[in-house]
């Protein structure tokens, strides 16, 4: 891989001037047939792929209303150009979401519509050829899906819905993506993400149980596979072993066990992030879901929580009612699913949860709100509960937070760069690259008010800043889970000290504090 | 009156064009299904809410006012400007004339500027906006061009070189009527005619470009669906879901 230059931090963030093709080297490992077989998609470029790369195109306009509207609507007033992460990472014009999306509007101008057919060249229509294909390739595996240019065009034009059908249409003339698909695979044969079987999920659950006990003195269990419990958790598999993710899984634990809530962990549907829609597929994406829906029918229970990840949200809370529902055998007064936060959040509104909040004194904290959460979900009832319920919760378990710039958060969110498939080793610099509005955000709340922590309730956000944060020169323990500050602050009956957990936060001191 | 019969023959060709174009347009869009809720949230929870916020896009431009002040302006300007010169030309086509286009006379007649203003300011991004010549395709040039010289060659008919509007009227009032045998004649005079060639020929490419956006915008879903995707309390039945014909296929292993 190529060595690359971390952005230097702006203190007053700029719009670059273009630099074309800085990123045209940048491109995902390509899928081996072994991992495109178990979704449907062959295994190398087929013959003939131009055609049936068109044919594609058109039968995917035909299907979603979304795709034709906008590949027609666009009229290049630039609202957008400045306000994708990577372009202002990167300078690259196509991470301009109109550009991007033109990389595919152009092939379907020439063979959908008039003005294509007859004058390609006055309104910037081109054939399917290799050249374009390769650009797909590279630049569709730029865009993370985050949404924030659709919150900007003046008719809601949607670059993660271009994204997803190119990737799409690859997928169908034989150009996978190896990151998605080799984990959709996984999904399909294990149940999770990562891979792990039942029996290393239920061994690292039992291993958890222990530490836990030993550190507050309470006995939370961490279940799985009980039938009959009543909330069947769906969280990311990072939760199981990663950090910080799996100091929220502990969290999640904790309030479930003080609130007296039975629940359970399946391991048929030991992951929360639904990778089909990465790569645009509505049947692969129907396919994850619809494992979730034989767990809870098997298990028996009578609700769905989700735990912290925010496409996995955006599947769980937008489409998987349309996917794998009706959900008509679950308890009829818990929408389906839950958010773990709105779980947290009512329980705090019905003071079933206190906190001892100077347990959390040690930091200064923000929050990061995750592209997929803050543009294509709500938590709650009203329009934005999905701004105003996590941030309930950080005021409820701390004492010292403060909100970032603005334009840099709720719906202005910015990506952590590493969303819709790209967290992966393959895409380090554009990973980096694309987190530089985002780290411009933080080091201004850094030097104002020594913010030490970022608190986040996505899979991928926290991956993702554990390994970009360290290039801007902050420690990789500086993002932390939500509710891994719930579980700092929560006053546990029969804990041992009476006072929380003070030795875990002790030990979970970050060392840049 | 070889001329007379020219333009009316332009102008029953473009309006059909225009209009069974668009309406094509609207009928594939209203036929697509959207098979995912994906509305760009936070989004209002009601059909209201949904009809107010399509309408301040549609109206302030909502959106682009939080994208780019300046686009904004001179889009608005444009579009604002564009709107009430057409509304003036009803005068043209209505006899009576109504009440309140009889009203915004005096504006309208300047509606021209602030289209032009409008244009040129939107036209100088395009070239002085390193990020926005990148963009621009030689057909967004080109339809700069056409719109301003419209509102450049209709605002000098106003302003200065006087056309007989009472024989424009004369002759759009037949051709709307299938007057043939008593044709109204189009005065020769050679600013009305390049005017109305042009229009004829915005009316013909509408259909064709990116001037789809008009329609586009109403059927968006990022932006015309009500955020209500989830099984929420008492939603439990199967009409809760927004599942798409062609998705209903996909349905063949559900158990429960």
Known sequence: MADFETPELDDIPTIPTVKPGTMEHSAPYVAKPVIQAPLGFPGELVDDWETVAVAKLGELSNKYRALRVYLDSCVKCGACTDKCHYYLGTSDPKNMPVARQDLLRKVYRRYYTLAGKWFPKLVGATDMTKEVLDDWYSYYHQCSQCRRCSVFCPYGIDTAEISMAAREIMDAVGKGQKYCNEIIGKVF?????????????????????????????????????????????????????????????IGYGKVFHQAGISWTVSSHAS??????????????????????????????????????????????????????????????NYPVPQHICEVTHDLIQKGVLKFDKSQNDHMVLTYHDSCNVARASRMGSKPGGQFTIPREILKAVCNNYVDMAQDSIHDATYCCGGGGGLLTDDLMELRVRGAKPRMEAVKQVVDAHGVTNMAAICAICKSQFTKVFPYYGYGMDMIVSLHQLVSNAIIMDGAQDGAGDAQETAEDAPQNA | MALTGIYAFLFYFAFVVLVGGVGYKIVQYARTPAPLKIPTTPAPTTRSGVVL??????????????????????????????????????????????????????????????????????????????????????????MLLLLTAIGVSGALMTFVNHTDIIAVKAFFLGIMGFEFGSMQPLPGDLLLLLHLGMVALLMLIFPFSKLLHAPGVFFSPSRNQVDNPRAEPGLRAHDSRHVAPWAVELETDRKA
Request: with cysteine; aromatic share 14%.
């Open chain 1, 189 to 249: 044969k294990i149940g999770n993400n990562l891979g792990l079987p039942e029996p290393a999920l239920r061994d690292t659950l039992e291993d958890l149980e222990e530490e836990v006990e030993e550190e507050c003195g309470v006995p939370v269990k961490f279940p799985l596979d009980v039938k009959g419990a009543d909330v069947l958790l769906v969280t990311p598999s990072a939760d199981f072993f990663a950090e910080p993710h799996i100091d929220g899984l």
């Open chain 2, 53 to 142: 916020r399509m309408g301040r896009e549609v109206v302030l431009f909502e959106s682009l006012f939080r994208s780019n002040k300046w686009i904004w302006i001179f889009g608005w300007l444009f579009h604002a400007g564009l709107f009430i010169v057409l509304a003036r030309h009803l005068r043209y086509f209505t006899e009576p004339v109504w009440w309140w286009v009889d009203l915004i006379q005096p504006f309208g007649k300047y509606g021209a500027f602030a289209m032009i203003i409008g244009l040129v300011g939107l036209w100088a991004r395009r070239l002085l906006v390193d990020r926005v010549r990148y963009i621009t395709a030689p057909s967004d040039h080109l």
């Open chain 1, 271 to 332: 992951e929360a992030a639904n990778f089909g829609m990465f790569i645009g597929s509505y049947e692969n994406m129907r396919r994850v879901s619809m494992r979730i829906r034989e767990a809870a029918l098997d298990l028996g229970v009578k609700r769905i929580v989700f735990g912290e990840c925010g496409h996995a949200w955006r599947v769980a809370y937008s489409f998987l009612n349309t996917l794998a529902g009706p959900f008509d055998f679950l308890d009829p």
